[in-house]
């Protein structure tokens, strides 16, 4: 139980475009859904919190409108790069929570930005 | 403020030896901890965690840590180290309004055969 997929698990783009990774719960309802990102050889920064049904809540220094986050349902966050360039280049991984103390993370997401 | 400490990024570990990484944390309210495994270009995978009770808790693959509040440490010990534990390990703590984890910056383990 408690499984957490995301898709596309690699993306590479051209500088500009925008890019979407899904984050889906697949056995459980999700009221809290996290993305992180994660630069090479370094920890995992968390970028948002988002609850399903109300606007997603953005650290410190993480732009808003640049990193789209939409909780559409219980089990679906989506995080679409708006604008990408060769800087937003990284590992993307979700997680999601059921109501406990645990997250539960999704394998992670690639993003290259030529 | 939240944050996680990993003092040691790198350790380099003979295989069959034992090991203990090192995990401090400053956190204002009871901590969940958890210690975390991610081998290259994967995510993560939980070896165990903490939340209450008894302060050695034991995890997955032969991995136990314990919980010293005194010292609001959390260190995870193996008594031997096998080649496929190389890889990077994460503690991190959570809790609090809506459970936000914070992550140390990693140690990575290497095995000598």
Not at chain 1, 40 to 48: E, H, I, V, Y
Not at chain 1, 73 to 85: D, P, Q, R, W
Not at chain 1, 106 to 112: A, D, V, W, Y
């Amino acid at each position: 139980g408690a499984v957490v997929s995301q898709h596309p698990s690699r993306v590479i783009c051209k500088s500009g475009t925008s890019v979407k990774i899904e984050c889906r719960s697949l056995d459980f309802q999700a009221t809290t859904m996290f993305w992180y990102r994660q630069f090479p050889k370094q920890s995992l920064m968390l970028m948002a919190t988002s609850n399903e049904g109300s606007k997603a809540t953005y650290e410190q220094g993480v732009e808003k409108d640049k990193f789209l986050i939409n909780h559409a349902s219980l089990t679906l966050s989506t995080l679409t790069v708006t604008s990408a360039h060769p800087e937003d280049s990284s590992f993307y991984i979700c997680s999601a929570n059921a109501g406990g103390n645990e997250q539960f993370f999704g394998p992670g997401t690639r993003l290259t930005v030529l | 403020a939240q944050s996680v400490t990993q003092p040691d990024i790198h350790i380099t570990v003979s295989e069959g030896a034992s090991l203990e990484l090192r995990c401090n944390y400053s956190y204002g309210a009871t901590p969940y901890l958890f210690w975390y495994v991610q081998s290259p270009g994967q995510g993560l995978q939980l070896l165990l965690k903490y939340f209450s009770g008894d302060t050695l808790v034991q995890g997955i693959k032969g991995f136990e840590a314990e919980f010293k509040r005194s010292q609001s440490s959390f260190n995870l010990r193996k008594p031997s180290v096998h080649w496929s534990d190389a890889a990077e390990y994460f503690c991190a703590v959570g809790g609090g309004n809506f459970n936000k984890f914070y992550f140390g910056s990693g140690t990575k383990l290497n095995v000598k055969p």
